[in-house]
């Protein structure tokens, strides 16, 4: 397995929108490693998602794990929600925008289907964190990100504030 580079924003390829995946590429190992080298990855960050166009990969699916000891890994490909039921607010980050963190109000509850990682349809209810963070990751197929939902002038903040990350970090390479 190997760490896959995470694009970080503003990096325009993340505004990259994501093609469907063929369901008959799916068992193939050139991309099942693929989804390997995401969860490893994304456990490494440390991050409990991760889209593939984080990695620069721009089709349709995504791994999480929310639990705490890494024992829930999932694989939505194709994800498509079917229905949302109420709001929650929940204080997000993402490996594409290190360190920053805010409130987002998403749906509280939803109604997704999707492909396994073995390409079977799948079809899940779920709410709260794993809700946040499908509909955070199903977000990313799109070409948005978290930072998106915030005022324009907190988002020049933070591009700010990660220019400096960067500029600190390269300095003291
Ligand atoms: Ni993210």
Known sequence: MALLPILEFP???LRTKAVAVDPAQ??????QRLLDDMFETMYEAPGIGLAASQVDVHKRFMVIDISEDKSAPMVFINPEILSREGEQVYQEGCLSVPGIFAD?????SIDVRFLDRSGQPQRLQVDGLLAVCIQHEMDHLEGKLFVDYLSPLKREMV????????KLAGDAA
């Open 11 to 13: 990096d325009p390829r």
């Open 26 to 31: 799916v068992p193939d190992p050139v991309f």
């Open 104 to 108: 987002v109000t998403r749906a509280d």
């Open 159 to 166: 591009r700010k504030k990660l220019a400096k990350q960067r």
